[in-house]
């Protein structure tokens, strides 16, 4: 079937919807817009529209602007995005279902990206203007996992918080995590610092460089009071009592066929500070030449709150983040993120012709 064909169908198709509808009574036709309406979110192209917002929003609306004092360290900061789960999203157990968390990553991941690195992907892009035939600069998905914790319900609302974790020669790695809406609150915003971290939006025009030092205390509001949204036992171990899943994601560069390494990027955004003569690049992966003490590693996450410990806090310290503070930071994230590049070992388990299958259906 042709492109034409294929347009015939669809309009025949929605012309006869559009008919449909025109023939239901009144309070049919309401019952159908409060339903649309209660599921915006997973009407078509919406998640088109809420993936080239997050790229509309910090390239040309707020870009931002991030200096080398600021930059360094704002990598390891977290974008947070809201939304909410509609009843289409909900499974059997009606409750978000596990699929459509990935959808949220997308929207959060993006925003993320988009903030830190504009810099370095308007060099690239202005490169490959020049050179002409050297293929186009993309950033493209690796994997994903996701660590469920707590049941979203309809139509809550939830909150994606993301950040740079890590990152070696070919992968960047970001940690997200969907928290309940207003039970953790961040010292401030760095690309915000008019913004109230007890308030739900921000102006436009609050938008300029600097970093809030104003202190939030967690799941506390303004009178000292907890959230009564999470139970006394939750509120006492926040944020872990908050989350309601965890997720490790992976990002590759690529300049046509080449890949580029990630501290590239980071440093053509302006925001990665100077490398010592004598520094090395971080290591490829856990398979080629990681030097990532596998048995701290391992140590590390013998316990069953370390994968959140160490994505979601950072180390509070004073003083400018020089290369060895952002490098302290970047290894320590690795000892999370060698898990995920280990999964790659996952294709050689695949049987293929050497073994009998259940079946076909």
Same mark, same amino acid.
Request: hydrophobic share 40%; charged share 25%.
């Given at each position: 079937?042709?492109?034409?064909?294929?347009?015939?169908?669809?309009?025949?198709? *929605?012309? /006869?919807?559009?008919? +449909?509808?025109?023939?239901? %009574?009144?309070?049919?036709? =309401?019952?159908?817009?409060?339903?649309?309406?209660?599921?915006?979110?997973?009407? #078509? *192209?919406?998640?088109?529209? @809420?993936?080239?917002?997050?790229?509309? =929003?910090?390239?040309?609306?707020?870009?931002?602007?991030?200096?080398?004092? $600021?930059?360094? /360290?704002?990598?390891?900061?977290?974008?947070?995005?809201?939304?909410?789960?509609? +009843?289409?999203?909900?499974?059997?157990?009606?409750?978000?279902?596990?699929?459509?968390?990935?959808?949220?990553?997308?929207?959060?991941?993006?925003?993320?990206? &988009?903030?830190?690195?504009? %810099?370095?992907?308007?060099?690239?892009?202005?490169?490959?203007?020049?050179?002409?035939?050297?293929?186009?600069?993309?950033?493209?998905?690796?994997?994903?996992?996701?660590?469920?914790?707590?049941?979203? &319900?309809?139509?809550?609302?939830?909150?994606? !918080?993301?950040?740079?974790?890590?990152?070696? @020669?070919?992968?960047?790695?970001?940690?997200?995590?969907?928290?309940?809406?207003?039970?953790?609150?961040?010292?401030?915003? $760095?690309?915000? #610092?008019?913004?109230?971290?007890?308030?739900?939006?921000? !102006?436009?025009?609050?938008?300029?460089?600097?970093?809030?030092?104003?202190?939030?205390?967690?799941?506390?509001?303004?009178?000292? =009071?907890?959230?009564?949204? +999470?139970?006394?036992?939750?509120?006492?171990?926040?944020?872990?009592?908050?989350?309601?899943?965890?997720?490790?994601?992976?990002?590759?560069?690529?300049?046509?066929?080449? $890949?580029?390494?990630?501290?590239?990027?980071?440093?053509?955004?302006?925001?990665? #500070? #100077? /490398?010592?003569?004598?520094?090395?690049?971080?290591?490829?992966?856990? *398979?080629?030449?990681?030097?990532?003490?596998?048995? &701290?590693?391992?140590?590390?996450?013998?316990?069953?709150? &370390?994968?959140?410990?160490?994505?979601?806090?950072?180390?509070?310290?004073?003083?400018?983040?020089? !290369?060895?503070?952002?490098?302290?930071?970047?290894?320590?994230?690795?000892?999370?993120?060698?898990?995920?590049?280990?999964?790659?070992?996952?294709?050689?388990?695949?049987?293929?012709?050497?073994?009998?299958?259940?079946?076909?259906?």
């Amino acid at each position: 079937m042709t492109l034409g064909q294929l347009q015939e169908v669809a309009m025949h198709a *929605l012309s /006869r919807a559009l008919r +449909l509808f025109s023939t239901l %009574g009144r309070s049919w036709r =309401t019952v159908g817009i409060l339903f649309v309406l209660a599921n915006l979110k997973n009407l #078509p *192209l919406v998640w088109h529209l @809420r993936f080239f917002n997050g790229l509309f =929003t910090h390239f040309y609306l707020h870009p931002s602007r991030l200096t080398p004092k $600021t930059g360094p /360290r704002a990598i390891f900061q977290p974008i947070i995005t809201t939304s909410r789960s509609p +009843l289409l999203e909900c499974d059997y157990n009606v409750h978000k279902s596990n699929s459509t968390y990935f959808s949220d990553l997308d929207v959060s991941r993006t925003h993320l990206i &988009a903030a830190l690195m504009k %810099g370095g992907l308007d060099s690239y892009r202005e490169r490959m203007k020049k050179e002409k035939g050297g293929g186009k600069f993309l950033i493209a998905l690796g994997a994903v996992s996701c660590v469920f914790r707590r049941e979203i &319900a309809p139509y809550e609302e939830y909150e994606i !918080w993301s950040r740079v974790l890590s990152w070696d @020669r070919k992968w960047m790695y970001i940690v997200s995590h969907f928290v309940r809406k207003g039970a953790v609150r961040p010292k401030g915003y $760095t690309l915000q #610092p008019g913004r109230d971290p007890k308030e739900g939006r921000a !102006w436009w025009f609050w938008r300029r460089e600097g970093v809030v030092k104003e202190p939030a205390e967690g799941s506390r509001d303004s009178s000292g =009071t907890s959230s009564p949204s +999470l139970t006394t036992e939750q509120q006492q171990h926040l944020p872990h009592g908050a989350i309601f899943a965890s997720a490790i994601s992976k990002y590759v560069f690529k300049q046509g066929r080449l $890949t580029t390494p990630p501290e590239l990027v980071l440093e053509r955004s302006g925001i990665l #500070p #100077p /490398r010592p003569t004598s520094s090395q690049s971080p290591p490829s992966s856990l *398979l080629g030449e990681s030097t990532v003490d596998l048995a &701290a590693a391992n140590d590390l996450l013998s316990k069953d709150e &370390a994968i959140i410990d160490a994505s979601l806090t950072l180390e509070d310290e004073d003083g400018e983040w020089d !290369w060895a503070r952002v490098e302290k930071e970047r290894e320590k994230g690795m000892l999370v993120a060698e898990k995920l590049v280990a999964l790659d070992l996952l294709h050689s388990t695949f049987t293929g012709e050497e073994e009998m299958a259940l079946g076909a259906f």
